[in-house]
Structure formats: C-alpha cells, structure tokens
Nanobody
Framework: QAQLKESGGGLVEVGGSLSLSCAASGFSGYAVGWFRQAPGKDREFVAGITWNADSTNYADSAKGRFTISRANAEVSLQMSNLKPEDTAVYYC?????????????????WGQGTQVTVSS
C-alpha cells in the first residue's frame, strides 16, 4: 500500500539545522511536496519537487535556507538557519501532476506529519 511517512523532526535552536525525510513508498512517478502548519494557521507550501527531480520550487520563506531533494523513494528537506517562525508540523504530500503545487487542496496524498520546534 502506498504511503508517505515523515521523520526527522525535533527541537532545534535558532540558527540551527534540521533534515526531514519523507519515505514515499509506492509513489514513483509522483511529485512530492513539503507543507507546514503552525497552530492556528493554514497549511502552507514549503517546497516541491517533480517526480524526476528536474524541477524544484520553494516558498519565499524557504528560499536560500531550505533544500528539497529526492533519491528513489526518499524525499528530503534540508533546513538551515532556522527561525522561530519555522515552528510547525511538517507534512509531505504527493500528487501525480505537478501543477498548482502551492495549493494544499491540489495534493491527493498526505503523511501524518512531524513536529519541528525552533527555540529562541
């Protein structure tokens, strides 16, 4: 059964780094994205990558600090220079066609999420 499973979340200090992983078993040929949701806020796009990794996209808040990559069934999100506002539950998601990627409603499959907390 196809599933998405995130790992790597945790507590980190401001300015620190953290790497998240998404095990995307059964989703070959799918684009994968990372989203996050802070308490009381809507889920927002963070980064996305096409099925063959030939294209990546980032939210403005992630540009220059986060890097998305994929190798086989694993999609990683390397985060550096973390800020308190990066605190959220991070989700990976998958979709067949990489269009309208910033809209969470357009992603069909979701993982359970992993908590990232940045302490100041």
């Amino acid at each position: 059964q196809a599933q998405l499973k995130e790992s790597g979340g945790g507590l980190v200090e401001v300015g620190g780094s953290l790497s998240l992983s998404c095990a995307a078993s059964g989703f070959s040929g799918y684009a994968v994205g990372w989203f996050r949701q802070a308490p009381g806020k809507d889920r927002e796009f963070v980064a996305g990558i096409t099925w063959n990794a030939d294209s990546t996209n980032y939210a403005d808040s992630a540009k220059g600090r986060f890097t998305i990559s994929r190798a086989n069934a694993e999609v990683s999100l390397q985060m550096s220079n973390l800020k308190p506002e990066d605190t959220a539950v991070y989700y990976c998601a998958a979709k067949r066609y990489y269009v309208d990627y910033e809209n969470p409603n357009r992603w069909s499959h979701w993982g359970q999420g992993t908590q990232v907390t940045v302490s100041s």
